[in-house]
């Protein structure tokens, strides 16, 4: 991914997220050979030479990367991915920061940065340990080997493994779910889920009550009941 791409991937979402029309994001490349393959390391991605100041790595990183996951971590709005071949280095990240990721049967994971002597980036230490404990995202990192897809589906990195040609289709039915979903609530109840592991019970359900109050006031829950109290599916509107 060139610094370009990067940084339209990252308006793309922030932009996403302050779009009241847009009700959930469906994420996916062109093509079958990469999902992502991580950031551009080769001499199209190289910049001129200039005397690296002790700071300049750090504030590069947080600025490019990290604030393309935190994009899609802070996104209010449902994120699918739909992953096909390779999703390597910083590819990975992106991918373990969305909410539900469908993956083909022949694609991968790679958080390959031990091969190249680079520290994991992108979030990818906190993603990792996050899905998967902290011994197997040990495991990940420290070895670099890559991972398939029905082991991604076995350890929880992914939601569905299914067959090449029905990838985008599942993806996308899953992102028009959510779509069609109570907006708020989603946006409030991904917001509880990312800090969930970092909140003490009383901390979680003092969260847990605000959200409520917020969604209570909402014209989805008012739909929600109605519906239910008439027998028939909701209509929500996203507000």
Known sequence: MS?????????????????PSVRSVLLRATGDRHFCSGAGLGPQSAQ??????????ALMLQKGYQRLISAVLDCDKPVVAAV??????AGAS?????DLVVMS??????AAFVHRGILPDSGAIHLLTRIVGLRKATELLMLGEPVDAATCERLTLVNRVV???ETDAVADELAQRL???????LAL?????????????DRAFEQEAWAQEVVSWTADLQEGLRSFAERRPPNFQGR
């Open 84 to 89: 096909k071949g390779v999703a390597a280095g």
């Open 94 to 98: 992106l991918m373990l920061a969305c």
């Open 105 to 110: 049967t022949d694609a991968r994971l790679a």
């Open 163 to 165: 067959a090449l040609e």
């Open 179 to 185: 779509a069609a979903g109570p907006t708020v609530m």
């Open 48 to 57: 001129p030479t200039v005397e690296k100041k002790p700071g300049d790595v």
């Open 189 to 201: 109840t991904r917001r509880l889920l990312s800090v969930s592991s970092e909140s003490g019970r």
């Open 3 to 19: 610094p370009l791409a990067r940084e339209a991937l990252t308006d793309a979402f922030e932009k996403a997220d302050d779009d």
